[in-house]
């Protein structure tokens, strides 16, 4: 069994900080769709138990135009009962006849950028809806019958205090969603956001203020009764997103959609960046995508930058079986400074991130892949 990404990349504004490909192109909409559609037939069909929807803002889609697309994947594809389906919403879209349609094209969790429930801030960071709008779109989700929600937080604002991101993250559990994601505000290269980062006109937050805000959200959501189960995501008991926990533990998945990606254990495949040129090739019943194919040590770095960001990290002895003895012996003779150092530890034959080696991730990442 596999997962289903299908990227959605329409969004009517961008916001000042995303790097994911996206679009404001809103009228090629329906061609679009129609191209996602040509793709999944050229692609073969497979077993699917789990669905995303993701962009972009699917949410811009209209109800027609997703009736096509799960049509379309139920045509192709076999879907489990009970398969998780979830699809991407902007709260200021969120209404009864979203609600209505997302229930019957079978969509059973939501996913909503809320990003922070300052109105202020997010201003700043150009999102098109209000915070009294992201609770009202939580609530009416739930007179729908949606019993999976999920919602992103963000922090590290300039400026932003620990008494302003602890009232975030407060007002987040009052919600009582199932899953949580929450994650630093982030200046990538070729962002707005970036742009004025080089200009001075803001400030990113220092270290030491970043670290005392993820020690707080992690030590108010597992006090609250959400699992920590990734860097960045955090679910009550049993609603963790199985979706994305194919991405960490080397599930396959097949990306659909202009900038997807897709991987089936030995080959990745990437998409073509580009609306309309994704439209102009399936038009001519072309495959847009680029094939790379894995060596024994891409997957073994993929293992590391994937596994080890989960609560269950990686086995030694798995990766000895999967890898062979050379890996094996070169990631415990690298693993052991940061054993000894605090930011790995060893439980039950696992290795793990400890908290503050969370912190230092990527410096313990890198220490730990083949190069």
Known sequence: MQGLYIHIPFCKCRCVYCGFYSSTLLGLRQEYVD??????????????RTIYLGGGTPSQLDAPMLRKIFSTIHEVYDVVPGAEVTMECNPDDVDEHLAYTMREVGVNRVSMGVQTFSDERLRFLHRRHTARQAVEAVELLRKSGFGNISIDLMFGFPGETLAEWQADIDKALTMEVEHLSAYSLMYEEGTPLHRMLLAGEVEEIADDTYLAMYGMLVERL???????????NFALPGRRSLHNSSYWDGTPYTGIGAAAHSYDGICRKANVADVEQYIAALSEGRLPCETERLTLYDSYNDMITTALRTCEGISP?????????????????NA????????????????HLTLPGIAMSDTVMSDLMFV
């Open 222 to 232: 597992e006090k609250g009764g959400y699992e920590h189960y990734e860097i960045s």
């Open 336 to 351: 052991r400074k940061h054993i000894d150092g605090g930011l790995l530890a060893i439980d039950q034959g696992r290795l």
């Open 35 to 48: 191209a996602v559609c040509r793709e999944m037939r050229l692609r073969s069909g497979d077993t699917l």
């Open 317 to 333: 002895a798995e990766v000895e079986q999967r890898f062979g003895v050379k890996l094996h012996t070169y990631l415990m003779s």
